[in-house]
């Protein structure tokens, strides 16, 4: 015989902590929530960046403009169909960027720490595509080198 509270109170609290574990995990499964990782993404190098797609002519001059920052892991994606040379300006950017231009699911170029203008908002430094590109792709600056990702790379994307 056990005095009440020894040798079944922890065994107790173990499985009431699991079953609400279970029910907290599964709550979003019922509340009809994604998961956090379930928007477009790109690949590469096994690294997957989390993607905010500029569709739209205004969504794309807005890019990353009047943001304080973009965080790591994450990237904004400009799609042009048809291909083309756009260059890329930091108008109202108050971040570094790099810059990763993208053509038939390579990298082409990497415009690395793209500086934003830190005298005149108006007036942005402007970086141009090196060559054809169909996708362009703006990460924190510096990621692009941490990752280790270089011209010739495959980039697969998804969820787009």
Known sequence: MTRPGTS???ALLATVLLYA???ISGLGFFCGEAPAESGPTASIRD???????????NEQA????NRDGLPWGQGMLFLYDPPGFPTFWMKRMR???DIV???EGRIVGISAFVPYPREDPDRPATAPA??????????PAG????????RGDTVVFSGL
Do not use: S, Y
């Open 130 to 139: 090196p060559q054809l590109v169909d996708r362009v792709l703006e990460v």
């Open 21 to 23: 574990g279970l029910a």
């Open 47 to 57: 690294e997957v960046v989390q993607l905010e797609v500029a569709r739209t002519p």
């Open 101 to 103: 231009w993208i053509h």
């Open 95 to 97: 971040f570094d960027i």
């Open 143 to 150: 990621f692009a080198q941490a990752k280790g990702w270089r």
């Open 62 to 65: 807005l890019g990353l403009g």
């Open 8 to 10: 079944r109170t922890p």
